[in-house]
T-cell receptor, first 114, second 114 residues
Framework: EAQVTQNPRYLITVTGKKLTVTCSQN?????MSWYRQDPGLGLRQIYY???????DKGDVPEGYKVSRKEKRNFPLILESPSPNQTSLYFC?????????????FGNGTRLTVT | DAKTTQPPSMDCAEGRAANLPCNHS???????VYWYRQIHSQGPQYIIH???NNETNEMASLIITEDRKSSTLILPHATLRDTAVYYC???????????????FGKGTLLTVNP
């Protein structure tokens, strides 16, 4: 089944403890992106990647890192998580980065930082 | 960014067609209109997208006005499982020059009643 898989689905951690949220897609998509969703703010883009080894900042990149060493994987790294990064995170991918290419989303990771 | 305007909520009877309107009066000539839905806190689910012609797939139909300033998503036979927040989105080219991102607004909460 074609899908975007995120792990874990739920994560509770403490301030300052490095964590990684994994994202993998099996559709051979070039473009991948991370979003966070917060009440009243909608979904906001954190980082995106047009293809392997090419990544760039989205609208809210502070406190996050990403890497794209291979096409299928796009992990989100929080080097020193803080409570304001408590949120619902979604990974998404599309065949290409263009106007005419639907984004497909994973099922989300709910992160709580205490 | 091309902004979209949707009613905050709508009701529909089970088995009837649900018609969800969207205004996007500032859309540019090469920007596509996308529709997604989100059930509870699951990942946004892609429904359909189009540029200027009407589109239909197994989930829904998309009617775009000739001037492209508005569109309507039609769910032909709504079921209880179609209860969700529906987002009308224009995929725009972000400030990075190559980032084709989705900007989610507040959407329309569609409630399908028995």
């Amino acid at each position: 089944e074609a899908q975007v898989t995120q792990n874990p689905r739920y994560l509770i951690t403490v301030t300052g403890k490095k964590l990684t949220v994994t994202c993998s897609q099996n559709m051979n998509h070039e473009y991948m992106s991370w979003y966070r969703q917060d009440p009243g703010l909608g979904l906001r883009q954190i980082y995106y990647s047009m293809n392997v080894e090419v990544t760039d900042k989205g609208d809210v990149p502070e406190g996050y890192k990403v890497s794209r060493k291979e096409k299928r994987n796009f992990p989100l790294i929080l080097e020193s998580p803080s409570p304001n990064q408590t949120s619902l995170y979604f990974c998404a991918s599309s065949l290409e980065g263009s106007y005419n290419s639907p984004l497909h989303f994973g099922n989300g990771t709910r992160l709580t930082v205490t | 960014d091309a902004k979209t305007t949707q009613p905050p909520s709508m009701d529909c009877a089970e088995g009837r067609a649900a018609n969800l309107p969207c205004n996007h009066s500032t859309i540019s000539g090469n920007e596509y209109v996308y529709w997604y839905r989100q059930i509870h806190s699951q990942g946004p689910q892609y429904i359909i997208h189009g540029l200027k012609n009407n589109e239909t797939n197994e989930m829904a139909s998309l009617i775009i006005t000739e001037d492209r300033k508005s569109s309507t998503l039609i769910l032909p036979h709504a079921t209880l499982r179609d209860t969700a927040v529906y987002y009308c989105i224009v995929r725009v080219k972000g400030s990075g020059g190559s980032n084709y991102k989705l900007t989610f607004g507040k959407g329309t909460l569609l409630t399908v009643n028995p």
